[in-house]
């Protein structure tokens, strides 16, 4: 699998963005897919996962009411809708894809062997 992820941009606070995360692969309707961030001088941190299904999804607190992972595997896309953004919030979003879940690891970067190449969301207070 193959990913590449899309639509970041410089956005002021408050407003909103969808990244969008297009996978390649006739199996992607199997994986489960993640979103990380990492700022500047700053770890990779946890953002939002899903399900291969889309019935499981989970969210950092620091996200949790602001942001939306969703799924459509027919266009083999994984989306990662951004409300209310804060100038925290700047970062270069990566999404990463397993064809295994782990429920109690879904957080952890190194669960996921699939990388995209990240795209920069920058958010101007």
């Known amino acids: 699998v193959q990913l590449q992820a899309f639509g970041g941009g410089l956005v002021q606070a408050g407003a909103s963005r969808r990244l969008s995360c297009l996978a390649s692969?006739?199996?992607?309707?199997?994986?489960?897919v993640a979103w990380f961030r990492q700022a500047p001088g700053k770890e990779r941190e946890f953002v939002a996962a899903i399900s291969w299904s889309g019935s499981r999804t989970y969210y950092a607190e620091s996200v949790k009411g602001r942001f939306t992972i969703s799924r459509d595997n027919a266009k083999n896309t994984v989306y990662l809708q951004m409300n209310s953004l804060k100038p925290e919030d700047t970062a270069v979003y990566y999404c990463?894809?397993?064809?295994?879940?782990?429920?109690?690891?879904?957080?952890?970067?190194?669960?996921?062997?699939?990388w995209g190449q990240g795209t920069e969301v920058t958010v101007s207070s």
């Open positions: 692969g006739r199996a992607f309707n199997s994986y489960s």
């Open positions: 990463a894809a397993d064809p295994i879940f782990n429920s109690a690891r879904y957080y952890v970067p190194n669960e996921y062997d699939y």
